[in-house]
């Protein structure tokens, strides 16, 4: 199990997530986010990776132009029935804040 501070969200390809929705968590007060691309097994296409991984990058620079720090925002590709590598990832993700974030 992850833990009970984590929301997760369902989007349809994680490619088309706006880097506004995610400086919007922030000033929403959240510590973090994390995408989980599909990578291949996207059904909107095999780029899904690719172009998460473009959106994830331009987000970082906008973070830094307004001093969050980008390492707030992670990505991986995990397919969507690989739940226990999705734990493993929020896990480390929620250790990192926690230690970064809370102190």
């Known amino acids: 199990h992850y833990p009970p501070t984590v929301y997760t969200i369902t989007v349809p390809c994680s490619s088309g997530i706006k880097p506004s929705w995610i400086l919007h968590a922030y000033e929403r007060g959240f510590d973090g986010v994390f995408i989980a691309a599909d990578g291949s097994d996207c059904v909107f296409g095999e780029s ?4 998460t991984g473009t959106l994830v990058a331009d987000t970082h620079e906008r973070m830094k132009a307004e001093s969050l720090d980008p390492a707030r925002l992670r990505m991986a590709a995990i397919c969507s029935v690989c ?3 999705f734990v ?6 929620n250790e990192y804040l926690i230690k970064t974030t809370h102190t």
């Open 48 to 51: 899904c990776t690719e172009k």
């Open 83 to 85: 739940s226990e590598a």
């Open 88 to 93: 493993k990832q929020i896990r480390s993700f």
